[in-house]
């Protein structure tokens, strides 16, 4: 071994496990040198949950992201040698229709994604899977790609040390701790280990099970728990004796038991002549602080193998053996079998990215053997380049905001998901059942009153309608049709519909407390928002305004949309709730690396906003104001800011509409919103749920959304965004932007669709909610741009204005033509769309009013 280097470019902790690993043979590849990974344990890692995971794959997520980094990673697995690509069954029960749902759904997301899954008859499965009970399902989904990491991942992370080491750019350590980060000035400098100190410029954490405490050593924490995960074998099983396999027949999932299983293929192979069972907790997960996990010297098993009873599942066993008969045949193996331990977190997804306290400390956590290369080839690109080719926005760690980084938020999110590893499936609407009223908008006690149904964003309660409002369903039901399917009404709320056409009549105020504001002041604060924004900021003319912008990446394309509201000392972001606290943390990030004199703050807490909007909506807020001549046409041009007093409280009126009626958002602060509300409701104006906001009337207004229409894939010409001019300043992604400009056409527009029938083969009118993909009605596939990009549905809702389902796609420009006919996919059932708007298109525009933009 060499000796220990006192000094390196990158330190990666926790570099034996498959993550660590990956990252370093990425980082080797986009060119660095001078690379130095320790680990706690042997290399590869011995007590890490590599060294126990069932090291297999399934591409089956209803994302974009988490679905390339699946297939990347399979695909590298079997660039190595190293993948048994056997395919994989998910079954379905008989009498568990919701389940067989799902599948189809997944159907959907992989033509959307670019999966290769579909339904299979019950049949056919047991063709494919000879041990199941063909009576006791009603039908699969087969995934051809589906597979097992061979001999384990464990293998593949040591072969992937070895040839960084070989490479003369990685040097690796093992049994050899992280004791202690070294900082200066808010930058890790290097890590202090048992064997000494080592000074990097950049430290990877990808500690796994660990992380946590790593990252304590920063001062924050990751929203990440490591939860018991049973692990079952049974055995012998000879039937693939002699062949040498490491797997013979198709992986197993039977996720309505939360369970999956598989055979361990030749005796001699590296598991040896078993059956593998593996359960998740679905009532009692067990989660465990790291700093409750052992030390090896500690543990009767592996620090990451935990003691298993029986008893614990054999209530799903025995419903595991009544599917497949050959669990109760075989032996159960005690002595092979444990609880290993995963991570889940508390949204789902990894904790990807820069810290958010340390410059140059980067964390991988939370990541499963699945998506391990595809994850690590992530983090090298965004350290080497600053960006990823596909948007990272849902892995990002600094898509957190502070509150959701308290250790017993954490435990609390992490218990839910953890339930629901494997079941019941989610719905895209789901909302969180625990942690929830963190924050809560000063009139929230009037909302409760009202009878709101409440979601969560943010934090944030928020009702997307009120049953006070049901009696609008006597007068709006002809044109708000009830939705018989249960999995379309789950997390809908009908009067939302009828709120959404009152206030078109009338007017209507909506909380928009979830908000996410950021002032940015300082000397230099201007030249911050000009550098980032596509818009102009700067300039004498632009005080007193809002301006709707965008904040492009170096390759031109969109990372962010917000308004900037331009004050005599600073400027105010308005931002979406899931978005404001990555944005906020990216402008620190960028002020840091320019050494601008700003300061970032976020004073999302002491503000509140409510949106007035319908035809009415002038002269209704005319009755409470001071000066209502204030408000005239003349007075209060477009997406002018003026303060106005209501109720003796100063608040800032932007005129401005996300929802396609004229109106104002009312900004003040959180303590003079009550009775901002008040006065307003007391002259009769009604309350109505952000979902006629957030979904149905903006998308009536072909009106975008960041996160789902907006994100990386795309640039500002084909969402439609860009201004008529570009702006003489240098900003962020400028070169690129003028490229695009310049160009004839581009290679993809976003689209606005409408169902034509949404009738299914049973007879029900269906109203789709999530992501479905857009398919050439002759082919059936999936309609794909010259950059390799599919289309598929970045929103969809019911607008009942036009009484029909509308979505928004990005289409390949030979698709760009309104009258164009096409198809999308609905639980795995074809429904007719026509094209009615190419970019920005809106099918409701009662006075023609300016878009945001």
């Not at 496990?17 to 040198?33: F, K, Q, R, T, Y």
């Not at 904040?551 to 404001?580: E, K, P, Q, Y």
């Not at 300061?599 to 209502?628: C, F, H, M, S």
Request: proline fraction near 5%; include cysteine; charge should be negative.
């Amino acid at each position: 071994m060499s000796a220990f280097p006192s000094k390196a470019k990158v330190v990666i902790v926790g570099a034996g496990g498959i993550v660590g690993a990956s990252v370093i043979h990425h980082l080797i590849e986009n060119g660095w040198d001078d690379i130095v990974g320790i680990d706690k344990s042997g290399i590869p890692t011995d007590i890490g949950s590599t060294a126990h995971a069932s090291d297999f794959c399934y591409a089956t997520s209803h994302d974009l992201l988490t679905c390339w980094t699946t297939m990347y990673s399979m695909d590298f697995y079997e660039k190595m040698g190293h993948y048994a690509r056997i395919g994989g069954l998910e079954v379905a029960r008989v009498g568990d229709d919701e389940r067989m749902a799902e599948l189809k759904r997944r159907v959907d997301s992989g033509k959307a994604f670019g999966t290769n899954v579909k339904i299979i008859s019950a049949a056919e499965a047991k063709e494919k899977f000879p041990l199941l009970e063909e009576d006791q399902i009603q039908g699969a989904m087969w995934d051809p790609d589906a597979g097992l990491v061979v001999p384990r991942s464990q293998t593949v992370a040591g072969k992937l040390i070895d040839q960084g080491v070989d490479s003369g750019n990685l040097k690796i350590f093992a049994n050899t701790s992280a004791l202690e980060l070294v900082t200066e000035d808010g930058r890790i400098t290097g890590v202090m280990t048992e064997r000494g100190t080592i000074h990097a410029d950049h430290v990877v954490v990808c500690a796994g099970l660990w992380g946590r405490l790593i990252a304590e050593m920063a001062g924050e924490d990751l929203p990440v728990m490591p939860v018991d995960h049973p692990l079952t074998f049974f055995g012998p099983y000879n039937e693939f004796e002699g062949t040498g396999a490491e797997i013979g027949m198709p992986l197993l999932r039977d996720q309505g038991n939360s369970a999956y299983m598989r055979d361990t293929g030749d005796p001699k192979s590296t598991e040896g002549g078993q059956i593998e069972w593996g359960y998740y907790y679905e009532e009692n997960p067990r989660l465990v602080h790291p700093r409750e996990i052992l030390e090896k010297d500690q543990a009767r098993l592996s620090p990451s193998q935990r003691d298993l009873v029986l008893e614990d599942v054999i209530e799903p066993l025995e419903k595991a053996m009544e599917l497949t008969p050959v669990l109760a045949e075989l032996g159960f193996n005690e002595s092979h079998s444990f609880n290993g331990l995963l991570q889940t977190s508390i949204d789902g997804g990894p904790s990807m990215g820069e810290s958010r306290k340390l410059r140059g400390l980067w964390y991988a956590v939370g990541i499963w053997i699945k998506d391990g290369p595809g994850m690590g080839k992530l983090i090298a690109d965004w350290m080497t380049h600053g960006k990823t080719h596909i948007d990272h926005n849902s892995v990002d760690f600094s898509r957190f905001n502070e509150f959701q980084l308290n250790e017993q938020y954490i435990h609390d999110r992490c218990w839910e998901t953890a339930k629901k590893i494997y079941n019941p499936p989610v719905h895209p609407r789901e909302p969180f059942a625990n942690a929830r009223g963190i924050r809560r908008s000063p009139f929230y006690e009037r909302e409760v009153e009202l009878g709101g149904y409440f979601m969560e964003l943010g934090g944030w309660e928020r009702a997307h309608g009120y049953a006070a409002n049901e009696h609008l369903l006597v007068k709006h039901g002809n044109r708000v049709p009830e939705r018989e399917n249960e999995w379309d009404n789950r997390h809908f709320w009908r009067v939302s519909n009828a709120e959404h056409l009152e206030m078109s009549e009338d007017c209507g105020i909506i909380n928009l407390s979830h908000f996410h504001i950021t002032d940015i002041s300082g000397p230099d604060h201007v030249t911050l928002m000009e550098w980032l924004c596509a818009a102009k900021i700067g300039g004498d003319n632009n005080i007193g305004k809002g301006i709707y912008t965008h904040m492009l990446d170096d390759d031109g394309n969109v990372r962010a949309d917000f308004t900037v509201f331009r004050m005599d000392d600073r400027c105010r972001l308005v931002n979406g709730a899931d978005a404001g606290p990555r944005d906020l943390v990216y402008m620190q990030r960028v002020a840091d690396d320019n050494g601008w004199d700003v300061t970032i703050a976020d004073v999302t807490e002491d503000y509140t906003t409510i949106g007035i909007w319908g035809p009415n909506a002038r002269e209704n807020l005319q009755k409470v104001v001071d000066d209502p001549d204030a408000l005239s046409v003349e007075n209060f041009p477009f997406a002018a800011i003026r303060e106005i007093t209501i109720a003796g409280k100063t608040v800032s009126a932007f005129r401005i509409s996300y929802v396609g009626e004229q109106g104002w958002e009312l900004h003040m602060r959180y303590e003079d919103g009550l009775a901002v509300w008040d006065a307003l409701r007391e002259i009769g104006v009604i309350a109505v749920g952000v979902e006629t906001y957030a979904n149905s009337r903006r998308l009536e207004k072909s009106l975008r959304l960041q996160n789902a229409d907006l994100h990386t894939q795309y640039n500002l010409f084909e969402a439609d965004l860009a201004r008529p001019k570009v702006k003489a300043a240098e900003f962020r992604g400028k070169e690129k932007h003028v490229a695009y400009r310049a160009r004839e056409a581009q290679p993809a527009m976003l689209c606005t669709l409408v169902m034509t029938d949404n009738i299914d083969k049973d007879g029900v009118a269906r109203f789709p909610v999530g992501n479905l993909p857009v398919m050439h009605p002759e082919t059936g596939e999936t309609l794909m741009d010259e950059l390799g990009r599919r289309s598929y549905t970045t929103s969809i809702a019911y607008g009942p204005s036009i009484g029909k389902n509308i979505a928004l796609a990005y289409l390949p420009k030979e698709y760009c033509e309104e009258g164009r006919k096409l198809e999308v996919s609905y639980f795995d059932e074809v429904y007719p769309v026509e094209v009615v708007g190419i970019g920005y298109a809106p099918l409701y525009d009662p006075e023609n009013l300016k878009p945001r933009s």
